[in-house]
């Protein structure tokens, strides 16, 4: 009898801790937002720690003036500022913090700006993930769809 209740108990354990876990990879997928010529798609995916990474994976225009590849020309890094804007890392290391239904815990890129800010990201709805950037109690709202 007690290797049942053991059983039955370390199911329900891994059941429970799974339910957790699909609510956080909610979030994987690939998602547009801006528009026009400013529309780009973003590729969520999780790491091998069990937190997760945004990328740009498509822009509307991704080519310069000059016919070239944009480029991620403000970069911080300048070791990645020869990185295609189309495969540039946005944020890595978010984590989903269950008791906020949100997922924090990382800096998102701004690479028109080419800065980093603290960042949140919550769904409004099933299809719409808000990303929020903060620096200095300042912050901006960007939605994006969830295709």
């Known amino acids: 009898m007690k290797k049942i209740m053991f059983a039955l108990c370390a199911l329900l354990v891994s ?10 990879d909610n979030i994987i ?12 798609k ?3 995916t999780k790491l091998s720690d069990g937190t997760y990474q945004g990328a740009i994976c498509w822009l509307a225009e991704n080519k310069d ?14 070791a990645l500022r020869n990185t295609p804007m189309e495969k540039t890392v946005l944020f890595s290391g978010l984590a989903y913090d269950k008791e906020k239904q949100n997922w924090s815990g990382a800096k998102i890129y701004d690479p028109d700006r080419g800065i980093s800010v603290k960042m949140t990201a919550k769904f409004e709805n099933a299809g719409t993930l808000v990303i929020r950037g903060t620096v200095l109690g300042i912050g901006e709202s ?3 769809k969830k295709e």
């Open 15 to 24: 059941v429970f801790a799974n339910a957790q876990n699909d609510k956080a």
């Open 29 to 40: 997928g690939t998602y547009a937002a801006g528009v026009g010529k400013d529309a780009y």
């Open 42 to 44: 973003v590729q969520i």
């Open 65 to 78: 003036t000059d016919g070239k590849i944009k480029l991620d020309k403000k970069n911080p890094n300048k």
């Open 142 to 144: 960007v939605s994006w």
